[in-house]
T-cell receptor, first 114, second 111 residues
Framework: NAGVTQTPKFRVLKTGQSMTLLCAQD?????MYWYRQDPGMGLRLIHY???????AKGEVPDGYNVSRLKKQNFLLGLESAAPSQTSVYFC?????????????FGSGTRLTVV | EDQVTQSPEALRLQEGESSSLNCSYT??????LFWYRQDPGKGPEFLFT???AGEEKEKERLKATLTKKESFLHITAPKPEDSATYLC????????????FGTGTRLKVLA
C-alpha cells in the first residue's frame, strides 16, 4: 500500500500565481487533513474533511481552498500565492478523528513563493 | 488557550545513553496525547496515543508516559537510527478535529 501520496514534492511559485496540491490515500480513510509546517512552529491545520463532499476550516485557512470530490483525494488550492505561504505542506488521513492509530501523513510538498 | 511545549529543543546523546523528552500541555478536556517521529524530508510517523494519566505505552526502545500536565518519551539505550525529530500533539475537548502540535525535540544519537 502506498498510504498517503502528495504531489508535487517541490514547487516554486511567483507571487500571485495559483496552484493545486494533490493528496491521495489508498486506505479508505474517511478523514483527511491539510497542515503546514514552518520553522519554530508546530504543525498547523489549514482545512480538513470528514468525508467525501465535505470540507471545513482549520486554524489557518485564509488564502487556501480545498475540495474533496472523491473519498480518496483531497486537493489544496492557492488562488493567489503570497510569500507568507512559503512552507512545507503535509496531507494526512485517519479512520476517525484523534484515533488509537493516529494520523497517516504524506511525505510533504515544499512550496516556495518568491 | 490550549498549548503544547516540548523540551529540550535539541538533544545529543551517545549511543546507549538513555534520556527522556518532555511534552507539557494545557488543554481543556484532554481526549488524547500523541507522539510522532519525523525524519528529515518526511512526514510525521505515528508512534503512540495516550488517553489518561498513568497510562504507558512501549515500542522497542521507546516508552511514553502520561500525567495530568505532561508526557515523557523515554528512550532506553538509543541507537543512531533513533535520530529524528519527535513531535507531541494533544487533542482537547474544544474541537474534535483539532490537534495542537508542539514544535518538537530534535534528537541526534551519536555512534
Amino acid at each position: 500500500n502506498a498510504g498517503v501520496t502528495q504531489t508535487p514534492k517541490f514547487r516554486v511559485l511567483k507571487t500571485g500565481q495559483s496552484m493545486t496540491l494533490l493528496c491521495a490515500q489508498d486506505m479508505n480513510h474517511e478523514y483527511m487533513y491539510w497542515y503546514r509546517q514552518d520553522p519554530g512552529m508546530g504543525l498547523r491545520l489549514i482545512h480538513y474533511s470528514v468525508g467525501e463532499g465535505t470540507t471545513a476550516k482549520g486554524e489557518v485557512p485564509d488564502g487556501y481552498n480545498v475540495s474533496r470530490l472523491k473519498k480518496q483525494n483531497f486537493l489544496l488550492g492557492l488562488e493567489s500565492a503570497a510569500p507568507s505561504q512559503t512552507s512545507v505542506y503535509f496531507c494526512a488521513s485517519s479512520f476517525s478523528p484523534g484515533t488509537l492509530y493516529g494520523y497517516t501523513f504524506g511525505s510533504g510538498t515544499r512550496l516556495t513563493v518568491v | 488557550e490550549d498549548q503544547v511545549t516540548q523540551s529540550p529543543e535539541a538533544l545529543r546523546l551517545q549511543e546507549g545513553e538513555s534520556s527522556s523528552l518532555n511534552c507539557s500541555y494545557t488543554v481543556s478536556g484532554l481526549r488524547g496525547l500523541f507522539w510522532y517521529r519525523q525524519d528529515p524530508g518526511k512526514g510525521p510517523e505515528f508512534l503512540f496515543t495516550l488517553y489518561s494519566a498513568g497510562e504507558e505505552k512501549e515500542k522497542e526502545r521507546l516508552k511514553a508516559t502520561l500525567t495530568k500536565k505532561e508526557s515523557f518519551l523515554h528512550i532506553t539505550a538509543p541507537k543512531p537510527e533513533d535520530s529524528a525529530t519527535y513531535l507531541c500533539a494533544v487533542q482537547g475537548g474544544s474541537g474534535t478535529y483539532k490537534y495542537i502540535f508542539g514544535t518538537g525535540t530534535r534528537l541526534k544519537v551519536l555512534a
